[in-house]
């Protein structure tokens, strides 16, 4: 006898109730699709899920009794997930090894379940023998005829006996029961589309007068103006400023912000493209056109236009009818894409960021399930959106580390989008004056069309660039903070009373304190590294966990009392600063000095107003802000950078370097750059006094070939961490054994992580090595049944760092 087949589906809730095996098993009808949003029973409560597989199977294939397995409720309507994005998440969950629950949450829509609602309508083509009714099931079905709802939601409840009567008529086929989502009004007095003034001269008074005493208003202010003719929404105006709504309506009432209707928002005329920018479109264009999920890189200088092209070949994806996402690496980075995409678009543009309330994001993933907004720009996480016809995918600084997810799943952005983009038979553009290694490696070889934008337009410029050896001070005995020629520079720079940022990406007065009787460095408890000193605050601090504590009268190792700072920080470059230039103000940016606040919007805007000469930080002011006046910047060492024990730190410390130097020459005079090196015939710094991306490519790449590195590698780095370091060597061993057996893989390790401890844990890690698009499977499968005991395994696929 043939078993009976049941319909079951396979359901996955948000990790966040479920954890991370939260996938359950349904009974489901023929209405039920994969992809549906449901209600899923567990226990006596019930959560929104998504069907993830559906499958026929017998009893005996079910793997519990028949009697536990459980009916799904009729599919949520407007909650279900789009095929592309679904096959995304599974790509995902293979990709990075993780739970399928883990990596569908990020696509689940946020904050659904409370406003989930039950209601019930008449089958069409139904009319029952009103006899055969009772008297209150007649009464029921006779308020649906007349248009009255039965909806039982919150604060709107269908009494019991309606109920019952409800379902009676369901089971005879008279009504059907839907569920719904209640969609959130976000609409508010102070909507619409919002510009900076056109008035220059009545910003500026601002920001040199009244903005130094509101600096959330002039810091509000400076980073709208980073954008030509801005325009946004009040949403895009807190995201990409960390803007309150008193300081929007603030900025109004001065009338330094207008409110424009959306119909009525200026629109220029596009700027004309130049032959390069032309040809780039065209061929976006045209695999548009022909739906073909072809991959292009767009290399080009800083100031060449790549977001024009990015605009152009997003409006042909529109005129075909498609969708259109836009991928940055930090929204608060993105403030003039944003604002070309509403001036282009309008209203079809939805921003997803962080800064969204719980109904304004529910509101947004509607809004683009519906199709209303066809043109979506996000950060990484902005690949779950539920687009279901996307006819570009543009991934824009894709050279940019954001686009590397560091919690589970730990996936790229970048190779996930090109997954997307083949899902839809859609293009996808990598854009970026200084790609990373893999991606030009890839175009380099054909994976990718290459195109290039070598010119820059006529407002843009490059600031001149020069290596200074800061060797020679040591040969003579003479080692100096600041060089011979940027001290010359800063003068010069000084005297024309112009402004300087010094750079060095190292906060604090020193990174340890030294006994210079016995050498002993003052370490963090916690952690395997040394703790810095700030001078400043009278307090040694670990930059990992935290821990502080007052530097020591004496040694405790030997009880000398001669304790010295070594080595330098931004709290001390500030100081030298301040010793050679004594008339100057100098000012200082880095985390040490934000943990006040209010304390980055007086800098800033003191800096903007020219109060402060030469202001000295970390990565800090090398991103989001313009500042005319500002035409030198110095890097006090750029060897921090090089001397991080990571592959990938020749190319960072050049990308790193291209940003930096893009703060000098905003305004109209040209900027000067100096870089001080102990190394000044490193091919990063080379390549950045010249500013050849390819000259570092070359070497680079060569360097990667013989060590096999990606591009020539894929990388596998399994991290071990727990509270006794016996047992996480033993765990690493262990791990290393299983690996070491798997066919086409290098095992490196285990060995002990860069930083050994962090926070009471200690750190190993294994590094596989697997050939260029390696299958990662076979490890997620020798991995499942480690014994892990009180430690943790990270697995990470591609990693961006191995520190």
């Known amino acids: 006898m043939t078993p009976t ?33 449901v209600l899923a029973p567990l226990g006596a409560r019930a959560v929104v899920g998504h069907i993830a597989r559906i499958r026929e199977v017998t009893e005996a294939e079910l793997g519990f009794p028949r009697s536990k397995l459980r009916t799904l409720g009729p599919p949520i309507s407007g909650l279900g ?55 209150l099931q007649r009464g029921v079905y006779e308020e649906l005829v007349a248009g009255k709802e039965f909806i039982d939601a919150r604060g709107k409840k269908v009494t019991a006996s309606e109920k019952r009567a409800l379902r009676l008529l369901q089971d005879k086929n008279i009504v059907e029961v839907i569920r719904a989502v209640v969609r959130p009004d976000t609409r508010r007095a102070d909507s619409g589309i919002f510009r900076v003034t056109g008035d220059n001269e009545k910003i500026e008074r601002f920001l040199q007068n009244e903005g130094k005493r509101k600096p959330a208003q002039a810091l509000t202010l400076m980073r709208l103006l980073t954008a030509d003719q801005p325009q946004f929404s009040r949403e895009e105006i807190r995201a990409l400023c960390a803007a309150t709504d008193a300081t929007i309506r603030s900025l109004r009432t001065a009338g330094l912000l207008e409110n424009v209707a959306a119909e009525d928002a200026h629109r220029r005329l596009p700027p004309e493209p130049n032959p390069d920018q032309r040809r780039a479109i065209e061929a976006l264009s045209l695999a548009i056109r022909n739906r073909t999920p072809a991959k292009f890189m767009l290399f080009g200088i800083t100031g060449s236009g790549k977001t024009e092209v990015f605009l152009r070949a997003a409006a042909e994806a529109l005129k075909q009818g498609r969708q259109v996402l836009y991928l940055v690496p930090e929204i608060a980075l993105a403030t003039q894409a944003i604002s070309q995409l509403r001036e282009r678009f309008g209203d079809r543009v939805t921003i997803l960021h962080s800064e969204l309330t719980p109904a304004e994001r529910l509101d947004n993933w509607i809004r683009i399930r519906q199709g209303e907004a066809p043109v979506v720009l996000g950060a990484r996480s902005a690949l779950f959106a539920p687009l279901g016809n996307i006819g570009l995918i543009v991934v824009d600084e ?19 989008a090109i997954e997307l983009a083949r899902y839809h038979q859609a293009p996808i553009v990598l854009g970026s004056a200084t790609p990373s290694i893999e991606t030009f490696a890839e175009a380099q070889a054909g994976t990718f069309t290459r195109l290039d934008l070598p010119s820059r337009t006529a407002s843009a410029k490059l ?9 020679e001070g040591y040969r003579i005995g003479q080692p100096v903070i600041l060089g011979r020629d940027l001290r010359e520079r800063i003068a010069a720079t000084l005297e024309r009373k112009e402004q300087i940022i010094l750079f060095l990406n190292r906060r604090a007065y020193s990174p340890f304190l030294l006994c210079r009787e016995c050498g002993q460095q003052f370490k963090c408890p916690r952690c395997s590294v040394s703790l810095c000193y700030s001078r400043q605050d009278r307090r ?111 190319e960072r410390t050049f990308q790193l370097l291209s940003q930096v130097a893009g703060r000098a020459g905003r305004g109209s005079a040209p ?123 990270m697995i990470d696929v591609d990693p961006h760092s191995l520190m």
């Not at 589906?9 to 098993?25: K, S, Y």
């Not at 679904?86 to 790509?91: H, P, T």
């Not at 609602?117 to 089958?123: A, E, G, P, S």
């Not at 934000?594 to 919007?601: C, F």
């Open 540 to 650: 040694l601090r670990c930059h990992h966990c935290d821990y502080t504590c007052p530097p020591p009268a004496k040694c405790p190792g030997c009880g000398g009392i001669k304790m010295a700072p070594v080595g330098m920080g931004t709290e001390k470059v500030e100081e030298q600063v301040g010793n050679y230039f004594p008339e100057a103000r100098v000012a200082r940016l880095d985390r040490d000095i934000t943990r006040r606040k209010g304390a980055l919007e007086e800098i800033l805007t003191q800096f903007r107003a020219g109060d402060i000469d030469i202001l000295v930080g970390t990565q800090m002011v090398a991103k989001g802000l313009d500042f005319p006046r500002v035409t030198l910047v110095g890097v006090i060492t750029a060897d921090i950078a090089l001397n991080i024990p990571d592959f990938r730190a020749s």
């Open 398 to 416: 894709e050279h940019e580390s954001a686009y590397k997810q560091e919690s589970s799943p730990r996936y790229h952005a970048k190779r996930a």
């Open 81 to 135: 997930l789009p095929e592309p994005l679904l096959a995304l998440v599974e790509f995902i969950a293979n990709d990075t090894l993780s739970p399928l629950p883990v990596a569908l949450s990020p696509a689940m829509p946020p904050g659904a379940q409370a406003r989930i609602v039950t209601k019930w309508r008449l089958v069409e083509g139904q009319t029952p023998e009103l006899d055969a009714l009772t008297p």
């Open 671 to 793: 900027g000067e750059v100096v870089i001080q090196t102990f190394n000044p015939t490193h091919v990063a710094l080379q390549a950045a006094e010249t500013h050849d991306y390819e000259r570092l490519y070359r070497e680079v790449r060569l360097e990667r070939e013989m060590a096999g590195y990606p591009p020539y590698r894929r990388l596998v780095n399994i991290v071990i961490s727990g509270p006794s370091l016996p047992e996480a060597r033993t765990v690493s061993e262990d791990v290393a054994v299983r690996l070491r057996v798997l066919p086409e893989v290098q095992v490196l390790g285990p060995s002990n992580a860069a930083v050994e401890r962090i926070k009471e844990r200690w750190r190993r890690h294994v590094l596989v090595k697997l050939p260029p698009g390696g299958d990662v499977t076979p490890i997620g499968v020798a991995l499942e049944d480690v014994v892990v005991g009180n430690t943790q395994v």
């Open 463 to 471: 600031p001149r660039v020069t290596i200074d050896d800061l060797r």
């Open 5 to 37: 087949l049941l319909r079951v589906a396979d359901v996955v809730v948000d990790v966040r109730t479920g954890g991370q095996a939260a996938i359950w098993t349904y009974a489901v009808s023929d209405q039920h699709r994969r992809g549906d949003a």
